[in-house]
Protein backbone atom coordinates (compact mmCIF):
# COMPACT_ATOMS: atom_id res chain seq x y z
CA UNK A 1 0.00 0.00 0.00
CA UNK A 2 1.31 3.41 -0.77
CA UNK A 3 0.35 6.73 1.53
CA UNK A 4 1.01 9.80 -0.49
CA UNK A 5 1.02 12.53 1.75
CA UNK A 6 0.30 16.01 0.62
CA UNK A 7 1.48 18.63 3.22
CA UNK A 8 4.05 18.45 5.78
CA UNK A 9 3.02 20.63 8.16
CA UNK A 10 1.48 19.13 11.64
CA UNK A 11 -1.32 17.70 10.41
CA UNK A 12 0.49 15.78 7.58
CA UNK A 13 3.54 15.15 10.36
CA UNK A 14 1.05 13.52 12.69
CA UNK A 15 -0.66 11.32 10.10
CA UNK A 16 2.87 10.15 8.58
CA UNK A 17 4.29 9.34 11.83
CA UNK A 18 0.64 7.18 12.70
CA UNK A 19 0.24 5.21 8.94
CA UNK A 20 3.97 3.83 10.06
CA UNK A 21 3.19 2.73 13.36
CA UNK A 22 0.05 1.39 12.27
CA UNK A 23 1.14 -0.20 8.68
CA UNK A 24 4.94 -0.89 9.41
CA UNK A 25 5.41 -2.25 6.02
CA UNK A 26 3.29 0.32 3.74
CA UNK A 27 5.33 3.16 1.65
CA UNK A 28 4.79 6.71 2.90
CA UNK A 29 5.62 9.38 0.70
CA UNK A 30 5.50 13.29 2.31
CA UNK A 31 5.25 16.25 0.04
CA UNK A 32 6.33 19.63 1.37
CA UNK A 33 6.08 22.72 -0.76
CA UNK A 34 8.79 24.55 0.94
CA UNK A 35 12.50 23.65 0.72
CA UNK A 36 13.26 23.13 4.73
CA UNK A 37 12.36 20.35 6.93
CA UNK A 38 8.75 20.46 8.93
CA UNK A 39 8.08 22.97 10.95
CA UNK A 40 5.15 24.63 12.30
CA UNK A 41 4.09 28.09 11.29
CA UNK A 42 2.68 28.92 14.60
CA UNK A 43 6.38 28.88 15.54
CA UNK A 44 7.53 31.71 13.46
CA UNK A 45 6.10 34.12 15.50
CA UNK A 46 8.95 32.97 18.53
CA UNK A 47 11.62 33.27 15.73
CA UNK A 48 11.24 36.55 14.90
CA UNK A 49 10.96 37.55 19.16
CA UNK A 50 14.50 35.57 18.90
CA UNK A 51 13.30 33.46 21.55
CA UNK A 52 14.48 30.49 18.77
CA UNK A 53 16.47 29.91 15.71
CA UNK A 54 14.68 28.06 12.64
CA UNK A 55 15.90 24.99 13.72
CA UNK A 56 13.72 26.08 16.78
CA UNK A 57 10.29 25.89 14.48
CA UNK A 58 10.83 22.25 12.90
CA UNK A 59 8.62 19.54 14.26
CA UNK A 60 10.91 16.93 14.69
CA UNK A 61 14.40 17.73 16.05
CA UNK A 62 16.07 14.52 15.17
CA UNK A 63 17.36 15.38 11.27
CA UNK A 64 16.79 11.58 10.56
CA UNK A 65 13.74 11.21 11.96
CA UNK A 66 11.58 10.59 8.65
CA UNK A 67 14.43 8.45 7.23
CA UNK A 68 14.50 6.47 10.33
CA UNK A 69 10.87 5.81 9.90
CA UNK A 70 11.30 5.14 6.49
CA UNK A 71 8.71 7.87 5.52
CA UNK A 72 10.08 9.37 1.67
CA UNK A 73 10.12 13.06 1.67
CA UNK A 74 9.74 15.36 -1.29
CA UNK A 75 10.11 18.71 -2.03
CA UNK A 76 7.48 20.35 -4.21
CA UNK A 77 3.87 22.25 -5.19
CA UNK A 78 0.94 20.33 -6.24
CA UNK A 79 -0.65 21.39 -9.69
CA UNK A 80 -3.10 18.93 -10.09
CA UNK A 81 -4.47 15.52 -8.91
CA UNK A 82 -6.15 13.04 -10.62
CA UNK A 83 -8.39 10.58 -8.25
CA UNK A 84 -9.68 8.18 -11.00
CA UNK A 85 -5.82 7.69 -11.87
CA UNK A 86 -5.13 7.86 -8.29
CA UNK A 87 -1.99 10.06 -9.46
CA UNK A 88 -0.68 14.15 -8.59
CA UNK A 89 1.44 15.97 -10.63
CA UNK A 90 3.91 18.82 -9.43
CA UNK A 91 4.84 21.81 -10.67
CA UNK A 92 8.25 20.69 -11.32
CA UNK A 93 6.82 18.11 -13.81
CA UNK A 94 6.81 15.02 -11.31
CA UNK A 95 4.11 12.72 -11.29
CA UNK A 96 3.11 10.70 -8.31
CA UNK A 97 1.01 7.51 -7.61
CA UNK A 98 -1.26 6.76 -4.61
CA UNK A 99 -3.04 4.12 -3.39
CA UNK A 100 -4.22 6.74 -0.60
CA UNK A 101 -3.85 9.96 -0.72
CA UNK A 102 -4.36 12.51 2.58
CA UNK A 103 -4.46 16.30 1.71
CA UNK A 104 -2.73 18.70 4.10
CA UNK A 105 -1.74 21.35 2.29
CA UNK A 106 -3.01 23.71 4.63
CA UNK A 107 -3.86 27.23 4.44
CA UNK A 108 -2.54 30.28 2.62
CA UNK A 109 -2.81 34.21 3.17
CA UNK A 110 -5.72 36.45 1.33
CA UNK A 111 -3.90 39.36 -0.28
CA UNK A 112 -6.80 41.98 -0.29
CA UNK A 113 -7.35 43.92 -3.55
CA UNK A 114 -5.15 47.04 -2.70
CA UNK A 115 -3.33 48.78 -4.92
CA UNK A 116 0.81 48.87 -4.21
CA UNK A 117 0.15 45.04 -2.21
CA UNK A 118 2.92 43.82 -4.53
CA UNK A 119 5.09 46.71 -3.61
CA UNK A 120 8.56 45.62 -2.65
CA UNK A 121 8.55 46.05 1.70
CA UNK A 122 5.08 44.34 2.19
CA UNK A 123 4.83 41.05 3.32
CA UNK A 124 2.67 38.27 4.90
CA UNK A 125 4.05 36.26 8.00
CA UNK A 126 3.56 32.84 6.58
CA UNK A 127 6.50 31.37 5.13
CA UNK A 128 9.74 31.09 6.99
CA UNK A 129 10.97 32.92 3.51
CA UNK A 130 8.55 35.91 4.76
CA UNK A 131 10.19 35.67 8.37
CA UNK A 132 13.33 35.75 7.27
CA UNK A 133 12.46 39.35 5.11
CA UNK A 134 10.49 40.09 8.25
CA UNK A 135 13.41 39.68 10.37
CA UNK A 136 16.17 41.46 8.21
CA UNK A 137 13.43 44.72 7.86
CA UNK A 138 11.97 44.74 11.26
CA UNK A 139 14.56 45.98 13.14
CA UNK A 140 14.39 48.53 16.67
CA UNK A 141 12.94 51.88 15.49
CA UNK A 142 11.67 50.67 11.90
CA UNK A 143 8.17 51.98 11.23
CA UNK A 144 5.87 49.03 10.80
CA UNK A 145 2.18 49.19 9.67
CA UNK A 146 0.38 46.05 10.26
CA UNK A 147 -2.95 45.10 8.16
CA UNK A 148 -5.02 42.93 10.32
CA UNK A 149 -5.80 42.18 14.27
CA UNK A 150 -7.12 39.11 14.15
CA UNK A 151 -6.43 35.82 15.72
CA UNK A 152 -3.23 35.50 13.70
CA UNK A 153 -2.70 39.24 13.46
CA UNK A 154 -2.49 39.10 17.00
CA UNK A 155 0.02 36.00 17.35
CA UNK A 156 2.24 38.78 14.78
CA UNK A 157 1.87 41.70 16.42
CA UNK A 158 3.36 40.55 19.76
CA UNK A 159 6.78 39.41 17.78
CA UNK A 160 6.87 42.62 16.01
CA UNK A 161 6.16 44.69 19.48
CA UNK A 162 8.83 42.14 20.91
CA UNK A 163 10.98 43.76 17.62
CA UNK A 164 11.11 47.42 19.09
CA UNK A 165 9.64 48.76 16.33
CA UNK A 166 6.97 51.92 16.18
CA UNK A 167 4.09 49.90 15.26
CA UNK A 168 0.53 50.66 13.90
CA UNK A 169 -2.20 48.29 13.51
CA UNK A 170 -4.75 49.16 10.94
CA UNK A 171 -8.47 46.55 11.65
CA UNK A 172 -11.75 46.97 9.36
CA UNK A 173 -13.79 45.34 12.00
CA UNK A 174 -14.72 47.29 15.07
CA UNK A 175 -12.65 45.57 17.29
CA UNK A 176 -10.05 43.29 17.91
CA UNK A 177 -10.18 39.51 17.13
CA UNK A 178 -13.45 39.89 16.00
CA UNK A 179 -13.75 36.50 14.71
CA UNK A 180 -13.23 35.39 18.59
CA UNK A 181 -14.46 37.90 20.72
CA UNK A 182 -17.67 39.80 21.26
CA UNK A 183 -17.73 43.32 20.88
CA UNK A 184 -16.91 44.18 24.88
CA UNK A 185 -13.98 41.58 25.12
CA UNK A 186 -12.56 43.23 21.48
CA UNK A 187 -12.69 46.38 22.94
CA UNK A 188 -10.33 45.34 25.89
CA UNK A 189 -7.37 44.13 23.71
CA UNK A 190 -7.49 47.18 22.14
CA UNK A 191 -7.36 49.22 25.11
CA UNK A 192 -4.70 47.02 26.26
CA UNK A 193 -2.79 47.11 23.23
CA UNK A 194 -2.94 50.60 23.04
CA UNK A 195 -1.81 51.05 27.00
CA UNK A 196 1.22 49.13 26.02
CA UNK A 197 2.48 51.59 22.78
CA UNK A 198 1.07 50.35 19.56
CA UNK A 199 -1.38 52.60 17.38
CA UNK A 200 -4.98 51.09 16.67
CA UNK A 201 -6.88 51.79 13.84
CA UNK A 202 -10.50 49.89 13.98
CA UNK A 203 -13.04 50.34 11.70
CA UNK A 204 -10.30 51.19 9.04
CA UNK A 205 -9.10 50.23 5.98
CA UNK A 206 -5.90 50.53 3.93
CA UNK A 207 -6.71 52.13 0.62
CA UNK A 208 -3.41 52.07 -1.02
CA UNK A 209 0.29 51.89 -0.78
CA UNK A 210 2.64 53.72 -2.70
CA UNK A 211 6.78 54.08 -2.25
CA UNK A 212 8.38 56.95 -1.42
CA UNK A 213 12.06 58.34 -0.98
CA UNK A 214 12.52 56.33 1.91
CA UNK A 215 9.87 53.68 2.45
CA UNK A 216 6.14 53.41 2.19
CA UNK A 217 3.45 55.80 1.86
CA UNK A 218 -0.24 53.76 3.28
CA UNK A 219 -3.33 55.61 2.79
CA UNK A 220 -6.00 54.82 4.97
CA UNK A 221 -9.99 55.36 4.71
CA UNK A 222 -10.31 57.41 7.96
CA UNK A 223 -8.29 60.17 5.81
CA UNK A 224 -4.52 59.89 6.99
CA UNK A 225 -1.82 58.65 5.69
CA UNK A 226 1.60 56.83 7.66
CA UNK A 227 4.93 56.80 6.30
CA UNK A 228 6.74 53.23 7.27
CA UNK A 229 9.42 50.97 6.17
CA UNK A 230 7.29 47.56 6.64
CA UNK A 231 3.80 47.02 5.72
CA UNK A 232 2.59 43.37 7.34
CA UNK A 233 -0.34 41.06 5.43
CA UNK A 234 -1.96 39.58 8.14
CA UNK A 235 -5.97 40.13 6.65
CA UNK A 236 -6.87 36.06 7.00
CA UNK A 237 -6.27 32.94 5.29
CA UNK A 238 -8.27 30.58 2.95
CA UNK A 239 -8.11 26.63 2.29
CA UNK A 240 -5.04 26.24 -0.38
CA UNK A 241 -7.26 24.30 -2.70
CA UNK A 242 -6.71 26.07 -5.98
CA UNK A 243 -4.74 23.50 -7.16
CA UNK A 244 -7.59 20.31 -6.96
CA UNK A 245 -10.35 22.55 -9.50
CA UNK A 246 -10.22 20.14 -11.81
CA UNK A 247 -10.27 16.96 -9.60
CA UNK A 248 -13.55 16.66 -8.94
CA UNK A 249 -13.31 16.39 -5.42
CA UNK A 250 -16.22 17.94 -3.49
CA UNK A 251 -14.97 21.39 -2.40
CA UNK A 252 -16.53 24.66 -0.65
CA UNK A 253 -15.24 26.90 1.24
CA UNK A 254 -12.37 23.68 1.94
CA UNK A 255 -12.40 20.05 0.94
CA UNK A 256 -15.53 18.19 2.11
CA UNK A 257 -14.84 15.71 4.57
CA UNK A 258 -16.98 13.08 6.26
CA UNK A 259 -16.59 11.93 10.26
CA UNK A 260 -13.36 9.83 9.16
CA UNK A 261 -11.64 12.69 7.02
CA UNK A 262 -12.68 11.17 3.70
CA UNK A 263 -13.56 13.45 0.56
CA UNK A 264 -16.09 12.50 -2.03
CA UNK A 265 -13.49 10.47 -3.37
CA UNK A 266 -13.48 7.05 -1.24
CA UNK A 267 -9.32 6.46 -1.27
CA UNK A 268 -8.27 10.41 -0.76
CA UNK A 269 -8.93 11.93 2.46
CA UNK A 270 -8.17 15.63 3.83
CA UNK A 271 -7.23 17.07 7.44
CA UNK A 272 -6.22 20.57 8.92
CA UNK A 273 -6.63 23.64 7.75
CA UNK A 274 -7.84 22.45 4.26
CA UNK A 275 -10.60 20.27 5.56
CA UNK A 276 -14.17 21.66 5.87
CA UNK A 277 -15.95 19.21 8.23
CA UNK A 278 -19.18 19.04 10.79
CA UNK A 279 -18.75 21.97 13.56
CA UNK A 280 -19.64 20.36 16.92
CA UNK A 281 -21.76 22.66 18.32
CA UNK A 282 -23.87 23.53 15.03
CA UNK A 283 -23.69 20.25 12.75
CA UNK A 284 -23.21 22.82 10.02
CA UNK A 285 -19.98 22.84 7.69
CA UNK A 286 -17.22 24.46 8.71
CA UNK A 287 -13.01 25.58 8.28
CA UNK A 288 -12.07 24.92 11.97
CA UNK A 289 -8.35 26.22 11.13
CA UNK A 290 -6.69 25.62 14.86
CA UNK A 291 -3.38 23.52 15.46
CA UNK A 292 -5.25 20.46 17.76
CA UNK A 293 -8.42 20.15 15.38
CA UNK A 294 -5.41 19.65 12.40
CA UNK A 295 -3.51 17.22 14.86
CA UNK A 296 -7.39 15.34 15.94
CA UNK A 297 -8.05 15.15 12.12
CA UNK A 298 -5.13 14.01 10.97
CA UNK A 299 -4.59 11.20 13.38
CA UNK A 300 -8.54 10.36 12.73
CA UNK A 301 -7.66 10.06 8.87
CA UNK A 302 -4.74 7.98 9.51
CA UNK A 303 -6.42 5.51 11.34
CA UNK A 304 -9.34 5.47 8.35
CA UNK A 305 -6.65 4.85 5.91
CA UNK A 306 -5.02 2.26 7.49
CA UNK A 307 -8.45 0.19 7.39
CA UNK A 308 -9.14 1.60 11.50
CA UNK A 309 -12.58 2.70 12.81
CA UNK A 310 -12.64 5.68 14.29
CA UNK A 311 -14.83 9.12 13.61
CA UNK A 312 -14.89 12.91 14.24
CA UNK A 313 -17.41 14.13 17.02
CA UNK A 314 -16.82 17.14 15.40
CA UNK A 315 -14.55 20.29 15.45
CA UNK A 316 -15.32 22.28 18.30
CA UNK A 317 -14.21 25.89 18.34
CA UNK A 318 -11.36 27.03 20.47
CA UNK A 319 -9.02 30.26 20.47
CA UNK A 320 -6.83 30.79 23.08
CA UNK A 321 -4.50 34.01 22.72
CA UNK A 322 -2.05 35.99 24.51
CA UNK A 323 -1.64 39.43 23.46
CA UNK A 324 1.57 41.47 24.88
CA UNK A 325 0.40 39.55 28.07
CA UNK A 326 -3.26 39.58 28.58
CA UNK A 327 -4.87 35.97 27.73
CA UNK A 328 -7.79 35.90 25.98
CA UNK A 329 -9.85 32.67 25.28
CA UNK A 330 -13.41 31.49 23.53
CA UNK A 331 -14.74 28.03 23.00
CA UNK A 332 -17.97 27.00 20.94
CA UNK A 333 -20.87 29.34 19.97
CA UNK A 334 -18.67 32.39 21.94
CA UNK A 335 -21.55 34.42 19.90
CA UNK A 336 -24.59 33.05 21.34
CA UNK A 337 -27.34 31.24 19.24
CA UNK A 338 -31.10 32.11 18.36
CA UNK A 339 -33.12 31.56 21.61
CA UNK A 340 -30.03 31.80 24.00
CA UNK A 341 -29.67 33.37 26.70
CA UNK A 342 -26.85 34.98 28.19
CA UNK A 343 -24.79 36.75 31.15
CA UNK A 344 -21.43 38.56 31.36
CA UNK A 345 -19.04 40.27 33.98
CA UNK A 346 -17.12 43.11 32.66
CA UNK A 347 -14.10 44.93 34.67
CA UNK A 348 -12.44 47.56 32.54
CA UNK A 349 -10.22 48.43 34.69
CA UNK A 350 -8.42 45.18 35.85
CA UNK A 351 -8.88 43.82 32.32
CA UNK A 352 -11.66 40.78 33.08
CA UNK A 353 -14.08 40.11 31.20
CA UNK A 354 -16.46 36.45 31.54
CA UNK A 355 -19.21 35.38 29.12
CA UNK A 356 -21.39 32.88 29.08
CA UNK A 357 -23.84 31.68 26.41
CA UNK A 358 -26.95 29.18 27.18
CA UNK A 359 -29.04 27.30 24.91
CA UNK A 360 -32.03 26.23 27.25
CA UNK A 361 -30.13 24.70 30.22
CA UNK A 362 -26.93 24.04 28.55
CA UNK A 363 -23.92 26.06 27.87
CA UNK A 364 -23.27 26.15 24.63
CA UNK A 365 -20.56 29.02 24.48
CA UNK A 366 -17.82 31.37 26.81
CA UNK A 367 -15.60 33.94 26.10
CA UNK A 368 -13.07 35.31 28.63
CA UNK A 369 -10.42 38.12 28.66
CA UNK A 370 -7.37 38.25 31.74
CA UNK A 371 -7.93 34.83 33.07
CA UNK A 372 -7.61 31.07 32.84
CA UNK A 373 -9.50 30.52 35.47
CA UNK A 374 -11.69 27.06 35.15
CA UNK A 375 -11.18 27.16 31.47
CA UNK A 376 -10.85 23.55 30.99
CA UNK A 377 -14.05 23.26 32.84
CA UNK A 378 -16.40 25.95 30.61
CA UNK A 379 -14.59 23.55 27.69
CA UNK A 380 -15.91 20.30 29.25
CA UNK A 381 -19.28 21.82 30.15
CA UNK A 382 -19.78 23.03 26.34
CA UNK A 383 -18.56 19.62 24.87
CA UNK A 384 -20.17 17.49 27.17
CA UNK A 385 -23.33 18.89 26.07
CA UNK A 386 -24.37 18.58 30.03
CA UNK A 387 -27.55 19.66 31.49
CA UNK A 388 -27.20 22.06 34.11
CA UNK A 389 -30.63 22.10 35.40
CA UNK A 390 -31.44 24.57 38.26
CA UNK A 391 -27.32 24.89 37.80
CA UNK A 392 -28.52 27.29 34.78
CA UNK A 393 -30.41 30.38 37.12
CA UNK A 394 -27.03 30.08 39.61
CA UNK A 395 -24.51 30.93 36.74
CA UNK A 396 -26.90 33.73 35.66
CA UNK A 397 -26.29 35.17 38.81
CA UNK A 398 -22.99 34.20 39.33
CA UNK A 399 -20.72 32.98 36.14
CA UNK A 400 -17.59 32.51 38.32
CA UNK A 401 -19.46 28.94 40.05
CA UNK A 402 -18.77 27.04 36.63
CA UNK A 403 -16.18 24.53 38.37
CA UNK A 404 -19.24 23.97 41.29
CA UNK A 405 -21.60 23.43 38.25
CA UNK A 406 -19.50 21.44 36.32
CA UNK A 407 -18.44 19.07 39.55
CA UNK A 408 -22.24 18.69 40.23
CA UNK A 409 -24.02 18.78 37.01
CA UNK A 410 -21.48 16.75 35.14
CA UNK A 411 -20.90 14.04 37.77
CA UNK A 412 -24.70 13.62 38.09
CA UNK A 413 -25.08 13.52 34.60
CA UNK A 414 -22.13 10.67 34.05
CA UNK A 415 -23.31 8.74 36.98
CA UNK A 416 -26.85 8.73 35.02
CA UNK A 417 -25.50 7.17 32.14
CA UNK A 418 -23.72 4.50 33.55
Known amino acids: MKHVILGNGPAGVIAAEIIRKRAPGDQIVMIGSEDVPPYSRMAIPYLLM ?12 DPEHFQKLKIEQIHGKARSVDPKAKKLDLEDG ?5 DKLLIATGSIPVQPPIPGIDLP ?3 SCWTMEDARAIRKLAKPGSRVLQMGAGFIGCIILEALASRGVDLTVVEMGDRMVPRMMTTVAGGMIKKWVEAKGVQVHTNTKVEAITTTNSGLMVMLSNGKSLEVDLVI ?23 LVNEMMQTSHQDIYA ?19 IQPNAAEQARI ?41 HVELVDLQQYKYLRLEFLG ?32 ET ?24
Open 395 to 418: LMGDPTKVMDAYLDAGQAQSSWFN
Open 121 to 123: GVH
Open 271 to 289: AGDVAEGIDFSTGERIVNA
Open 361 to 392: DVLIGATCVGTTDHIGVLRGLIQGKIALGGWK
Open 94 to 98: QSISF
Open 233 to 255: SATGVRPNVAYLKSSGIEIQTGI
Open 50 to 61: GIIEESGTYLRK
Open 301 to 341: AAIAMTGGDCESLGALQINVLDTLGLISSSFGLWSGAKGGD
